[in-house]
């Protein structure tokens, strides 16, 4: 779905369990890529200014302590029950990936650059280590790329003879990130302090160039397809029902 499009569905849906743009606030988690910043933009429109938990790859790398410094820096208000200050909260979490002018995974043009680019480039270079053998070790020069790989690694199981494609370790990604997300949601939010609501899924980019202009760029779309969407209000669990549909051109390819 066009992330535009999708994040306004999510902005209108949440609205109906209490969450507006003055009384919480956003976590978001994208790679650390400029064509990213888009999707932040949209956010910060829709939900107000928000805190970045993003990482290399969209791995979510600031830790309960960066947790906790956003949740302080929420909003406070009165619950509609008992009266008590609660604060609210709302977690995005995008790894992402390009689709080409000619539909190839992982291609990107980019502004003032002749030949293709990619993306997302940590993901691809994880796919190449992936399929080349590579251990899963860490690095202390690198500690966000050789994490990542780490915990893709755990999620993706390579046949003999068969490559992975980079769909399959864009998911994988999605999958570490969303596990990390809930894993650090469950040791810093208290339910009964605070409401909250998880959005994830991976953020599609394309884009083609302008006949005659090799060096510009008309970025014509870019897409969200959705994952994890759910809010916990007064400690009860609601899915998020926004409507996207199974297929909408390169959205559907992931």
């Known amino acids: 779905m066009q992330e535009e499009a999708f994040l306004k569905a999510v902005a209108v849906e949440l609205a109906k369990l209490g969450f507006r743009k003055d009384n919480g606030i956003a976590l978001v988690n994208t790679c650390r890529d400029e064509v990213c910043r888009p999707v932040v933009s949209i956010i910060d429109r829709e939900f107000g200014l928000s805190f970045n938990i993003s990482g290399l790859g969209g791995l979510v790398n600031c830790g309960k302590v960066g947790f906790k410094a956003a949740m302080s820096h929420s909003p406070e208000f009165p619950c509609d029950v008992d009266g008590n200050l609660k604060e609210r909260y709302i977690f995005f979490a995008f790894p992402h990936v390009s689709i080409g002018e000619s539909g190839e995974v992982g291609s990107l043009l980019r502004r003032g650059r002749g030949k293709p680019s990619s993306a997302c480039g940590a993901l691809i270079a994880i796919n190449n280590d992936i399929n080349g053998g590579a251990a899963p070790s860490m690095d202390s020069d690198d500690p ?52 909250y609501a998880v959005i994830t899924g991976v953020q599609i980019h394309s884009g083609d160039q302008i006949p005659g202009q090799p060096f510009r760029i008309e970025r014509t779309c870019d897409y969200i397809a959705p994952d994890q969407m759910y809010a916990v209000v007064r400690g009860q669990k609601y899915a998020l029902q926004v409507q996207t549909p199974k297929s909408q051109g390169v959205a559907a390819m992931v």
């Open 144 to 195: 966000e790329y050789t994490l990542l790989r780490k915990k893709i690694m755990t999620k993706v199981s390579k046949s003999p003879g068969a490559d992975l494609s980079l769909v399959q370790v864009t998911k994988a990604a999605l999958a570490a990130i969303n596990e990390d997300l809930e894993k650090l949601i469950s040791l810093t939010v208290d339910p009964a302090t605070a409401d």
